[in-house]
C-alpha cells in the first residue's frame, strides 16, 4: 500500500477537496498534475507542494472544454512520463427549485459535474488502457442518495456520474481501477457556486454548524489510492456525524 512515486492529476485542485488532496497526496510522494481555473491558486499551491520537497505542476483548466483536460493528461504523461490516477474532482452545486426554471445553472451542472467527468474519462482511458494501469477517482455527493428538495438537478448529475462509474469499472477489465467518493457537508467553497442567495446563505450556515474539514475526503481518497493494484475500493462515503 503506497502513494509514492504515483502520477496523479486532480480537476478542481485550486481550493476545497482538490486543495486539501493534492496536499496529502504531494506529502506521501505522489506527482502532481493541478487542473483548475484561477491561475494564481493553482500557482500558489504547487509552490507550497515543491518549497516542502514535493513536485507538482499545473495548467489552468476549464472542464467544461474537453480539449483543457486532453492537455491536462498529456502534461502528466509528458512531464512524469505515465499517469496513475485521475481525480475527477472539480464540480458546482447552483441548486435551486425546479419551479424557478434556472435553466441556466442545469446546463452549467451537467456541463461541469457530467460532461466535465467524461472528458477527463476520455482524455485518460486511452493512456490507461496503453499504460496497463490506471485508476479513475470521481467525486460525487451525499447528495445523490438522499434526494431533497433544491437539489434534484444536482443529485441528478452526481447520481449520472455514479452510473457511468459503475459502468465504466465493468468495461475496464481487471488492469484498471473506478472509485466514488461521497463527501457529504464539508468546508469548501462549493455554496459560492449557488446563484439562490437565500439558498447560498443557508448552505453556508450548514457548512458552519456540522461541516467536516476538506482532509477528510483526502484522507479517503489516499486511501483509495494506495491499495495494491489488484484491489478496487468502490464507492467511499463520508459525512459528518451529524448530518442526517
Excluded at 12 to 36: D, H, V, W
Excluded at 145 to 150: E, L
Excluded at 163 to 183: D, F, H, K, N
Aim: charged share 20%.
Amino acid at each position: 500500500m503506497s502513494i509514492e512515486g504515483k502520477v496523479i492529476v486532480i480537476t478542481g485542485a485550486s481550493s476545497g477537496i482538490g486543495r486539501a488532496t493534492a496536499l496529502l497526496l504531494a506529502e506521501r510522494g505522489a506527482s502532481l498534475i493541478l487542473g483548475a481555473r484561477r491561475s494564481d491558486r493553482l500557482a500558489a499551491l504547487c509552490e507550497a507542494i515543491v518549497a516542502k520537497g514535493g513536485k507538482a505542476s499545473y495548467l489552468v483548466t476549464d472542464v467544461k472544454r474537453r480539449n483543457d483536460l486532453n492537455r491536462l493528461v498529456e502534461h502528466a504523461v509528458e512531464r512524469f512520463g505515465k499517469l496513475d490516477v485521475l481525480v475527477n474532482n472539480a464540480g458546482i452545486a447552483p441548486i435551486s427549485l425546479l419551479d424557478d426554471l434556472r435553466v441556466d445553472d442545469w446546463e452549467d451542472m451537467i456541463d461541469v459535474n457530467v460532461k466535465g467527468v467524461l472528458y477527463g474519462i476520455a482524455a485518460a482511458l486511452p493512456v490507461f488502457r496503453r499504460q496497463g494501469f490506471g485508476h479513475f477517482v470521481n467525486t460525487l455527493s451525499t447528495a445523490g442518495i438522499q434526494i431533497v428538495p433544491t437539489m434534484a438537478v444536482y443529485a441528478g448529475s452526481k447520481n449520472a456520474v455514479r452510473a457511468i462509474s459503475e459502468g465504466l469499472r465493468q468495461e475496464a477489465g481487471p488492469l484498471l481501477r473506478v472509485t466514488t467518493i461521497s463527501p457529504g457537508y464539508v468546508d469548501t467553497e462549493l455554496p459560492s457556486s449557488m446563484t439562490d442567495e437565500a439558498l447560498r446563505a443557508r448552505g453556508e450556515a450548514s457548512m458552519k454548524a456540522m461541516a467536516i474539514p476538506a482532509a477528510a475526503i483526502a484522507e479517503a481518497i489516499a486511501f483509495a489510492v494506495a491499495q495494491p493494484a489488484n484491489v478496487d475500493v468502490g464507492e467511499i462515503v463520508v459525512r459528518p456525524t451529524a448530518q442526517g
